[in-house]
């Protein structure tokens, strides 16, 4: 394709960018981008969801300025215009409808990357939810599959740091443009995933594009797309994680969720999924068959892992025992079950939280950190 050729896509990206589905729905109607932008306007208002705002940025010269700036600011950072449905679109999105006509990649997407395990949650995880992503994305990722998710903090950050740690593959999807890398302080996380070789940071948003609110949802269809499985680790009653399981849905993926207790509020959303029919993935190997992975390839060993501490002092051996058993516990069922009374008890569980063993929960529970 030649310059001139992608500048007309990135035109009709630019003009039909909230719009989802709209450039494809134009491009089949007049068969490329140029005819589209010199077609006759009663024939473009008559393709579906065409409206005259879209028209209005199509034959905007501005809109065509910035198409032509955004081809240079790749050109210049080194990143890949992916336009549908040149070979180099990618296969998961290849059939799926809403879908944009441009996407902006830094890093290689791979044909191994067909085995997508989409992984979201809270941006503010309990400590077994953060223990449970790390779990599900480093055996996953060291089995071969690739873990896609948005960069967000919390889940989506764990989901990506355990997938590279573990040696595995990561796709990292943009609410924001790729200059534009939020939140801030996962910059070194991108730059991670790019300076390992281990995965790309993909976005359909223009190079210095900020986050807005409204993009997010709307980012959340190509996780989704991109993913062969969606497995949601926590998700509230408004979480945008729902918003993913909903495009999951529509697309025809499967959903799973890490079960919770029953009256935990940070997980409501998810036990509804599973109430609606959702699979339940108490282990890594419940979704190996899912991902058309019937044996690990091969095991990689997790990089720079540092071997597990043992819980220090008189009781410590005791509390880790219990700790392996039942991720969160209450003083007043600690001293039961050890027979210890609460104020040494208390001074030990102090210690380790601490040190950095556990954490105490404002409900006055005690879990793993």
């Given amino acids: 394709m030649t310059p ?22 134009l491009i089949d109607a007049f068969g490329n981008a ?4 010199g077609a006759d306007i009663g024939k473009l208002l008559a393709v579906e969801g ?44 290849r059939s799926l409808p809403e879908m944009p006509l441009v996407l902006f990649s830094k890093g290689e997407l791979e044909p191994g990357d067909s085995k ?9 995880p309990t400590p077994y939810s953060r223990t449970q992503a790390d779990r599900f994305a480093s055996d996953l990722a060291g089995m071969g599959a690739t873990i896609v998710s948005g960069l967000a903090r919390g889940i989506d950050t764990r989901a990506h740091i355990s997938a590279l740690e573990s040696g595995g593959r990561t796709l990292a999807v943009l609410g924001s443009g790729l200059g534009r890398i939020y939140p801030r ?6 730059e991670r995933i790019l300076g390992d070789g281990a995965g790309a940071v993909l976005s359909e948003f223009p190079f210095s594009m900020g986050p807005r609110t409204f993009h997010f949802p709307q980012r959340n269809r190509l996780i989704s797309g991109l993913s062969t499985t969606l497995l949601v680790i926590e998700a509230g009653r408004k979480s945008g994680s729902l918003i993913t399981a909903r495009w999951a849905l529509e697309q025809g993926k499967n959903i799973f969720v890490l079960p919770s207790r029953v009256d935990d509020e940070h997980n409501r959303g998810g036990l509804h999924l599973l109430r609606d029919g959702a699979g339940a993935a108490i282990s890594p190997r419940d979704l190996l068959l899912e991902l058309e992975i ?5 095991q990689r060993g997790k990089k720079n892992e540092p071997a597990p501490r043992p819980f ?14 039942e991720d969160g516990w209450h003083p007043d069922a600690l001293s039961a079950r050890l027979g210890v009374p609460c ?14 063993y556990i954490l105490k929960t404002p409900s006055g529970f005690y879990r793993i950190s």
């Fill in 294 to 298: 019937a044996q690990p390839p091969r």
């Fill in 116 to 124: 997508a395990l989409g992984i979201v949650g809270s941006r503010r």
């Fill in 4 to 25: 001139e050729e992608v500048i007309e896509n990135l035109r009709l990206h630019l003009a039909t960018l909230y719009k989802a589905g709209l450039a494809l729905r």
């Fill in 185 to 190: 302080e996962n910059r070194t996380l991108a």
């Fill in 34 to 37: 140029g005819s589209v932008l």
């Fill in 50 to 93: 065409m409206s005259p705002g879209v028209k209005k940025r199509l034959r905007c010269g501005k809109t065509k300025t910035q198409a032509e700036e955004e081809w240079r600011k790749c050109v210049s950072e080194g990143i890949r215009i992916l336009i549908h449905p040149a070979s180099s679109w990618p296969t998961a999105l």
């Fill in 312 to 325: 220090p002092g008189e009781l410590g051996g005791p509390l880790e025992a219990l700790f392996k058993e």
């Fill in 343 to 356: 104020g040494p008890l208390l001074a030990a569980l102090g210690r380790l939280e601490m040190d950095g």
